[in-house]
């Protein structure tokens, strides 16, 4: 059953267009990602999802019903997890629970009772009384997590909630996903992080250039480039020039330079392998590691775009 | 509710912000005590000089001519000649002819050294000088009364003893000047008294030994002695007292004068509480959960009005107690009080849509170092309004800090309510009009969040 329904969305900002005539919808219960790389316009659809600001077009619709012609009606039902850290730095955890908690209308022995629950769910029982500015990274986020669970919202939008922290702490917030979500709770998580994406999502859209690209289960996102699978190498010295030598090979389709690595993709490309390896050090270079990878959604995205999600 | 959690969070946030505490509650009860004793000395007594003067106007409601020639005529009548005889008679016309009762007031005594240095006169017509008192160009106008030549003849010349009423009118807004201009022609009029009394000792004695004429042969001594009591006239501005009035200590001035100045800070804080809010992304996330914008701002408002509200009641209990500061009546300090934290927090909530809407915290910075400064300065924070020019005087109605610590003063000298009606009035109306203006700035169609990359308007709240 359909929750949420957007519908040719669009935003600009003056000349630019941060989302361009978008689709999507997210059904009850389910873990929605969209996942693009930094100014995708991911957290920009957001923003007017979660009625923070209006659109230049389009309509969304919660439970049939416009949220851009009535946004208060949403709102009481929806959690939402900015990017940043939304908290006041020199209050302790529990007083920005009861803050958030009362700006959403709770109050007395009910509020307490969800700052305990709360607290047990984030992970940051006994640690409440500290001083917002004393956390880690990890408890600030998982904080930041709490203050829009308080309400238990039937909806939870969670915009890129693991940026910038260990990976215990990540994992701690993946986890607390899974089981907000097994509790009933939907959810719209958004990331560039691909593996989250992978490891949380039941359905997703892959958003580039304020468009959507491609979306799907992880299953048929991968479908899209069946077949294909994925050599990374690492050289002892980088040389662009290779790039179209490799590019040139039967049965290779891509070759791009992601960061410190040369991606080469293809069908069948493990049959291609001895000749890029023999290329590679043609150009008198040394490959000093290989990594062959199975078809996901990172590749999906370099299929689609020519460029990797961390670019 | 979500006002209420705003204000209790907004104060949790302060009273744990130590260097707000510090600018906002230690900064001014440090000040107070160092400027109360430092300027103990000097603030109302002989070193003003230091400072601007008093100006005066002196206003001759006499005729000289007049008043010279009926005394002549007085002398000349049988009313005088039955107590004294021909000889001595004209030995008073000439003596009398010495005897100038303008040229002691105005030279020997306003122009006197120890005089000169508190007071600077100029004489003027009547009509010209109650403009210039309502105009602020002088402090209180001297009205040497009809007849006053005569009379004064009267008095240094005759057994007689005439009613001088030498007038002083003041302004109500420059009331420590006056006083001090009240206090300086009491001053001459004691001494004017001993003079006389010194001549009618004389007198009598003569005629209780019935020495006769012998008894007026004294009579030039005696006058030539004014000018010496004239000039050894001291004015102790420390022991000035006005009917009903009571005086202002250097203490008592800057305990107010601070308390009004340093409850800006509350609106200098508040200034920069919204654009916080928003870069924190609290704000946006406050407008996710549906809290009006409207709310958030009434929010901000309550909060300063009662820090400025904790500033008044911790300044005026520590004033009270550690520097004996005698406030007066409580009901009026309170009214008093709630008005100026209404004004602050009317102004503290305009700065903080403004800042909020520019984006940046130029405006609460200039708010802070430019604008507090220079209403504490015209508002008499610094110094007292009344030794100031003129022109600084007239602009001091622009400041709010000059309104309430004008309000303070005057309940400290034991005015009533009624006579500070219309600072409570200015003060309401400052904190209505601000607060009016906060929500024409912020509550426009839409408002700038920032998105994570971009600008962009929120949706109304």
């Given at each position: 059953m359909t929750l949420l329904k957007v519908e040719k969305l669009y935003k600009n900002f003056g000349a630019v267009k941060a989302v361009d005539g978008i689709s999507f919808d997210v059904k009850r219960g389910e873990v929605f990602g969209l996942l693009g790389p930094n100014g995708a316009g991911k957290s920009t659809t957001i923003s007017v999802v979660s009625t923070l600001i209006s659109p230049t077009d389009g309509d969304i619709l919660y439970e049939g019903k416009s949220i851009i012609a009535d946004p208060k009606a949403i709102r009481q039902k929806l959690g939402v997890v900015p990017q940043d850290i939304a908290l006041y730095p020199t209050l302790t955890g529990y007083e920005n629970l009861t803050f958030w908690g009362s700006i959403y209308g709770l109050k007395g022995s009910g509020l307490k009772k969800r700052i305990n629950e709360i607290s047990e769910v984030i992970g940051l029982n006994g640690r409440l009384k500290d001083r917002v500015d004393k956390y880690s990274g990890g408890m600030k986020r998982r904080l930041n997590i709490g203050a829009a669970l308080l309400h238990m919202p039937e909806l939870l939008i969670m915009d890129e909630p693991t940026v910038g922290i260990d990976p215990q702490s990540r994992n701690h917030i993946l986890d607390t996903v899974l089981e907000l979500n097994r509790q009933g709770m939907t959810i719209i998580y958004t990331s560039h992080y691909m593996e989250e994406v992978e490891f949380l999502c039941d359905r997703i859209c892959i958003m580039d250039q304020g468009r959507i690209i491609a979306s799907g289960s992880q299953e048929e996102l991968v479908e899209l480039i069946k077949g294909e699978t994925q050599v990374n190498l690492r050289l002892d010295r980088m040389d662009k020039n290779i790039l179209e030598t490799l590019r040139s090979i039967k049965g290779v389709s891509r070759a791009e330079l992601i960061q410190d690595e040369i991606a080469v993709s293809g069908e069948n490309i493990d049959m291609a392998l001895g000749e890029i390896i023999s290329q590679v050090t043609g150009h008198g270079r040394r490959i000093s590691s290989i990594d062959v990878k199975k078809p996901n959604l990172e590749a999906v995205f370099l299929h689609l775009t020519g460029k990797a999600l961390r670019d | 509710m979500k006002v209420i959690s705003i204000i209790i969070k907004d104060l949790k946030t302060i009273l744990s912000d130590k260097k707000a505490m510090a600018i906002i509650l230690a900064m001014p009860l440090i000040l107070m005590v160092i400027l109360s004793f430092a300027l103990k000395g000097t603030f109302m007594g002989g070193e003003i000089g230091n400072m601007s003067k008093v100006n005066i106007a002196v206003v001759k409601q006499y005729d000289k001519d007049m008043d010279v020639k009926s005394f002549d005529n007085m002398l000349k009548s049988g009313l005088l000649s039955q107590g004294i005889g021909k000889e001595a008679a004209e030995e008073l016309r000439v003596s009398g002819a010495d005897v100038e009762p303008e040229k002691m007031f105005l030279e020997d005594f306003l122009e006197s050294e120890e005089v000169a240095k508190i007071i600077d006169f100029r004489i003027e017509e009547e009509s010209r000088a109650y403009d210039l008192l309502d105009e602020g160009e002088v402090s209180a106008v001297v009205l040497l009364p009809p007849k006053f030549i005569y009379d004064m003849k009267i008095n240094l010349l005759t057994p007689f003893r005439n009613k001088v009423n030498i007038g002083v009118l003041t302004h109500p807004d420059r009331s420590i000047n006056g006083q001090i201009v009240q206090a300086i022609i009491e001053a001459y009029s004691d001494a004017m008294s001993s003079v006389v009394i010194g001549k009618n000792v004389l007198i009598e004695a003569a005629m209780a030994y019935e020495l006769g004429d012998n008894g007026f042969s004294g009579m030039k001594e005696v006058m030539e002695g004014i000018s010496n009591a004239i000039g050894n006239i001291r004015v102790n501005l420390d022991d000035i007292v006005v009917e009903g009035r009571r005086n202002i200590s250097s203490a008592d001035y800057y305990a107010a004068a601070m308390l009004t100045m340093f409850i800006l800070f509350a609106a200098g804080h508040g200034g920069r509480m919204l654009l916080e809010e928003k870069d924190n992304i609290t704000y946006q996330r406050m407008i996710i959960a549906g809290t009006p914008r409207l709310g958030i701002l009434a929010g901000k408002f309550f909060t300063v009005f009662l820090i400025a509200l904790l500033q008044v009641i911790v300044m005026i209990t520590f004033s009270t107690y550690a520097l004996k500061v005698r406030w007066g009546n409580l009901y009026p300090i309170i009214l008093i009080s709630v008005s100026a934290a209404f004004a602050v927090a009317g102004i503290g909530i305009a700065v903080a849509a403004a800042t909020y809407r520019a984006g940046n915290y130029k405006m609460a910075g200039i708010f802070e170092t430019a604008i507090i400064q220079t209403m504490a300065l015209l508002g008499g924070?610094?110094?007292?309004?009344?030794?100031?020019p003129v022109m600084f005087r007239k602009l001091s109605v622009l400041s709010l800090n000059g309104i309430a610590l004008k309000a303070y003063l005057k309940i400290m000298m034991g005015y009533g309510t009624a006579d500070i009606i219309s600072h409570i009035a200015a003060l309401t109306g400052i904190g209505a009009l601000f607060a009016a203006l906060a929500v024409l700035i912020l509550g426009g169609k839409g408002e700038t969040a920032d998105v994570k990359y971009n600008k962009a308007k929120t949706v109304k709240a």
């Amino acid at each position: 059953m359909t929750l949420l329904k957007v519908e040719k969305l669009y935003k600009n900002f003056g000349a630019v267009k941060a989302v361009d005539g978008i689709s999507f919808d997210v059904k009850r219960g389910e873990v929605f990602g969209l996942l693009g790389p930094n100014g995708a316009g991911k957290s920009t659809t957001i923003s007017v999802v979660s009625t923070l600001i209006s659109p230049t077009d389009g309509d969304i619709l919660y439970e049939g019903k416009s949220i851009i012609a009535d946004p208060k009606a949403i709102r009481q039902k929806l959690g939402v997890v900015p990017q940043d850290i939304a908290l006041y730095p020199t209050l302790t955890g529990y007083e920005n629970l009861t803050f958030w908690g009362s700006i959403y209308g709770l109050k007395g022995s009910g509020l307490k009772k969800r700052i305990n629950e709360i607290s047990e769910v984030i992970g940051l029982n006994g640690r409440l009384k500290d001083r917002v500015d004393k956390y880690s990274g990890g408890m600030k986020r998982r904080l930041n997590i709490g203050a829009a669970l308080l309400h238990m919202p039937e909806l939870l939008i969670m915009d890129e909630p693991t940026v910038g922290i260990d990976p215990q702490s990540r994992n701690h917030i993946l986890d607390t996903v899974l089981e907000l979500n097994r509790q009933g709770m939907t959810i719209i998580y958004t990331s560039h992080y691909m593996e989250e994406v992978e490891f949380l999502c039941d359905r997703i859209c892959i958003m580039d250039q304020g468009r959507i690209i491609a979306s799907g289960s992880q299953e048929e996102l991968v479908e899209l480039i069946k077949g294909e699978t994925q050599v990374n190498l690492r050289l002892d010295r980088m040389d662009k020039n290779i790039l179209e030598t490799l590019r040139s090979i039967k049965g290779v389709s891509r070759a791009e330079l992601i960061q410190d690595e040369i991606a080469v993709s293809g069908e069948n490309i493990d049959m291609a392998l001895g000749e890029i390896i023999s290329q590679v050090t043609g150009h008198g270079r040394r490959i000093s590691s290989i990594d062959v990878k199975k078809p996901n959604l990172e590749a999906v995205f370099l299929h689609l775009t020519g460029k990797a999600l961390r670019d | 509710m979500k006002v209420i959690s705003i204000i209790i969070k907004d104060l949790k946030t302060i009273l744990s912000d130590k260097k707000a505490m510090a600018i906002i509650l230690a900064m001014p009860l440090i000040l107070m005590v160092i400027l109360s004793f430092a300027l103990k000395g000097t603030f109302m007594g002989g070193e003003i000089g230091n400072m601007s003067k008093v100006n005066i106007a002196v206003v001759k409601q006499y005729d000289k001519d007049m008043d010279v020639k009926s005394f002549d005529n007085m002398l000349k009548s049988g009313l005088l000649s039955q107590g004294i005889g021909k000889e001595a008679a004209e030995e008073l016309r000439v003596s009398g002819a010495d005897v100038e009762p303008e040229k002691m007031f105005l030279e020997d005594f306003l122009e006197s050294e120890e005089v000169a240095k508190i007071i600077d006169f100029r004489i003027e017509e009547e009509s010209r000088a109650y403009d210039l008192l309502d105009e602020g160009e002088v402090s209180a106008v001297v009205l040497l009364p009809p007849k006053f030549i005569y009379d004064m003849k009267i008095n240094l010349l005759t057994p007689f003893r005439n009613k001088v009423n030498i007038g002083v009118l003041t302004h109500p807004d420059r009331s420590i000047n006056g006083q001090i201009v009240q206090a300086i022609i009491e001053a001459y009029s004691d001494a004017m008294s001993s003079v006389v009394i010194g001549k009618n000792v004389l007198i009598e004695a003569a005629m209780a030994y019935e020495l006769g004429d012998n008894g007026f042969s004294g009579m030039k001594e005696v006058m030539e002695g004014i000018s010496n009591a004239i000039g050894n006239i001291r004015v102790n501005l420390d022991d000035i007292v006005v009917e009903g009035r009571r005086n202002i200590s250097s203490a008592d001035y800057y305990a107010a004068a601070m308390l009004t100045m340093f409850i800006l800070f509350a609106a200098g804080h508040g200034g920069r509480m919204l654009l916080e809010e928003k870069d924190n992304i609290t704000y946006q996330r406050m407008i996710i959960a549906g809290t009006p914008r409207l709310g958030i701002l009434a929010g901000k408002f309550f909060t300063v009005f009662l820090i400025a509200l904790l500033q008044v009641i911790v300044m005026i209990t520590f004033s009270t107690y550690a520097l004996k500061v005698r406030w007066g009546n409580l009901y009026p300090i309170i009214l008093i009080s709630v008005s100026a934290a209404f004004a602050v927090a009317g102004i503290g909530i305009a700065v903080a849509a403004a800042t909020y809407r520019a984006g940046n915290y130029k405006m609460a910075g200039i708010f802070e170092t430019a604008i507090i400064q220079t209403m504490a300065l015209l508002g008499g924070s610094f110094f007292p309004i009344d030794i100031m020019p003129v022109m600084f005087r007239k602009l001091s109605v622009l400041s709010l800090n000059g309104i309430a610590l004008k309000a303070y003063l005057k309940i400290m000298m034991g005015y009533g309510t009624a006579d500070i009606i219309s600072h409570i009035a200015a003060l309401t109306g400052i904190g209505a009009l601000f607060a009016a203006l906060a929500v024409l700035i912020l509550g426009g169609k839409g408002e700038t969040a920032d998105v994570k990359y971009n600008k962009a308007k929120t949706v109304k709240a």
